[in-house]
């Protein structure tokens, strides 16, 4: 089956800052929507929604006209099946977690087996919670709640918006693996914005990056990350490349995997997937070293040669350099070792990567297009 | 019962009766007023905020005339209800829970309408995108958020009227087993020679069922708070 189409193209503008969003996207999987606060995310998804009015323009989600200012549409949120966990949660004070829960339930009906009350509690583990008011619980909690009260309202798409910003980092990792589960389970399109690059390479297929009210790039999270326009806006908050690879093998004495990628294998910290399984890795350009000579044994297995692409020395103390290996690798040295080793554009260098600089929250999951498909 | 007299357990039954009604008629209007006070943008909204305060600003006797004017035998309302409806209000216990009404009603408003400024906003639209419209909405959210602000208007809607004594000497006079209720019954016993005694007994009375209320609102009121508090 095709998703569904999301067809966004908006103009808003609320007390001076103005909102101009043209972008068509399949609504499958998790798209992430990144860009810095104030880029005019979240009022994008409040269009959405339908919690505010665009001054012209039209929304659609499939073959569903949820907003068009031409035709005089504009269906009130209650009618478009577009779930919301919001930055705060907003869990209903008067309820219990159960009433919470089945709010927008009661109001849309269950969807079959997959978003049934009963799955999303278990998928959510909120079980131990059911009874409990909102005003008892822990910011982590009240986030899943808040997730599966979406979720259980029986809609087409979800967003959500920045759901793990108001938490603190032990909070994040409670979350982090609920929300890769909703991937493929129920499995309804999430659009997930974020400001942390982090979670959308662990979380996002696709990305569409919004600057300043508008759309900047809109594609795979790989390829835009590789992207050097992009880089003063996806790469200042940590400066990294991101590589598409499969897990082909694991060397279970010393807790590692082996990952192959367009570069040739890389060696990661021991990932608990299925081989075969696709998988993105972040890796942080302060823990790529380069050299001129061909390293011996130096304890860095992952030892990749390439010509160098481009060369950028911002912040004075400090060199990056991208590194063709197959993919685009960047990798942060000294300017002093940089000269030292008289590095320049179109010269060969070998990378190498550390292990254990590959961890756990650099590795996302990602997904088969296409590749589950019957046809 | 306790020792006291019909005319006292007259007083004190009809006092309950002309307020639990005067409050019961007037919270779904106390509501609505609160909520277009709160939320409505329209003009006039000044115009209506006033109006509804009068009650608080001018004395007694002035109001009590004015309802006597418009719900007496003669006047527009109270013409219409008769002829109608055979009511009559002039001079009965429903004059009397009519002049109690409008007395509390600022008092119940504004509790109200407080209560619904500190309603979080951006529950309601998170109710909006769970499929629920605008009077669902109101209805399940809205509206039990701001149980503790009408359980505080009811009771001191509720103290108000017991106590209200100028309007309705005015609009529905003195009358034994209509509109003689507590303070008009006080006040004929101060009036008469020899009834200081029972005029005490009966305010006695007063700060019991007064204090009782009270004690009942910040009950409710607690509990209420307690399970909306986050």
Redesign the interface.
């Known amino acids: 089956m095709t998703p569904p189409l999301l067809q966004l193209d908006v103009s808003h503008t609320i007390s001076g800052f103005s909102l101009d969003i043209s972008v068509q996207n399949a609504a499958t999987g998790i798209t992430a929507l990144f860009g810095r606060s104030g880029s005019g995310k979240t009022s994008l998804i409040n269009l959405i929604?339908?919690?505010s009015r665009p001054d012209r323009g039209r929304i659609a989600l499939g073959d569903l006209v949820l907003f068009d200012s031409e035709r005089g549409i504009d269906l009130?949120?209650?009618q478009?099946?577009?779930?919301?966990v919001?930055q705060?949660g907003?869990l209903?004070?008067?309820l219990n977690i159960r009433g919470n829960l089945s709010?927008?339930m009661k109001?849309?009906g269950e969807n079959g087996q997959l978003a049934s009350f009963d799955h999303v509690v278990g998928l959510l583990d909120l079980e131990y919670l059911l009874n409990r008011?909102?005003?008892s619980l822990s910011g982590g909690e009240k986030q899943r709640v808040a997730i599966g009260?979406?979720l259980l309202?029986?809609p087409e798409l979800l967003l959500l918006d920045e759901p793990l910003a108001s938490l603190d980092a032990a909070h994040k990792n409670e979350i982090l693996p609920f929300l890769e589960r909703l991937r493929g389970d129920p499995g309804i399109p999430i659009i997930y914005v974020s400001h942390n690059m982090e979670e959308i390479v662990r979380l996002a297929d696709v990305m569409v990056l919004i600057s300043e009210g508008r759309v900047l790039a809109n594609g795979n999270v790989e390829d835009l990350l590789s992207r050097l326009d992009l880089r003063p806006l996806t790469g200042r908050f940590e400066a990294g490349s991101v590589i598409a690879a499969t897990l082909v093998g694991h060397e279970k004495e010393f807790g590692l995997s082996r990952l192959s990628f367009a570069g040739g294998e890389l060696l990661a910290p021991m990932v608990d997937l299925p081989l075969g399984t696709p998988l993105r890795v972040r890796i942080r350009a302060r823990d790529v070293t380069l050299t001129t000579r061909k390293p011996s044994q130096m304890g860095a297995q992952n030892i990749y040669h390439g010509a160098i692409i481009q060369m950028e020395a911002d912040t004075g103390s400090r060199a990056e350099v991208l590194l063709d290996i197959g993919v685009p690798l960047w990798a942060r040295l000294s300017a002093k070792s940089a000269q030292e080793l008289k590095l320049a554009v179109g010269m060969r260098a070998y990378a190498m990567i550390k292990s254990v600089a590959i961890d756990g929250h650099s590795l996302g999951r990602q997904r088969v297009i296409g590749g589950a498909s019957s046809e | 019962m306790f020792g006291l007299s019909n005319m006292e357990m007259e007083a004190i039954q009809l006092s309950l009766r002309v307020a639990l009604w005067g409050v019961a008629w007037s919270l779904p209007l106390a509501v609505s007023v609160a909520w277009l006070l709160a939320r409505g943008r329209f003009p006039g909204k000044i115009l209506l905020d006033g109006l509804v305060h009068l009650p608080l600003v001018l004395p007694p006797v002035a109001v009590g005339y004015v309802l006597l004017v418009m719900f007496g035998r003669h006047g527009a309302i109270g013409a219409w209800l008769f002829d109608e409806f055979n009511i009559e209000i002039a001079f009965t216990w429903r004059g009397a829970a009519i002049a109690a009404a409008v007395m509390a009603f600022p008092l119940m408003v504004r509790a109200i309408r407080l209560s619904l400024e500190t309603v979080d906003r951006k529950l309601e639209s998170a109710a909006r995108t769970l499929g629920a419209g605008p009077v669902d909405v109101f209805l399940s959210i809205t509206l039990p958020l701001i149980v503790p602000g009408i359980i505080t208007g009811v009771i001191l809607a509720f103290a108000r009227s017991l106590g209200e004594f100028g309007a309705t000497i005015t609009f529905v006079s003195n009358i034994p087993g209509q509109t003689r209720t507590l303070p008009l019954a006080i006040y004929t016993l101060i009036q008469a020679p020899g009834g200081e005694e029972t005029a005490m007994r009966l305010v006695l009375i007063s700060v019991a069922v007064a204090l009782a209320a009270l004690a009942v609102s910040e009950i409710l009121a607690r509990r209420t708070t307690a399970r909306l508090e986050a």
């Open positions: 929604a339908g919690l009130p949120p209650e478009r099946r577009i779930g919301y919001f705060e907003r209903f004070p008067h709010y927008g109001r849309r008011h909102p005003s009260r979406a309202s029986n």
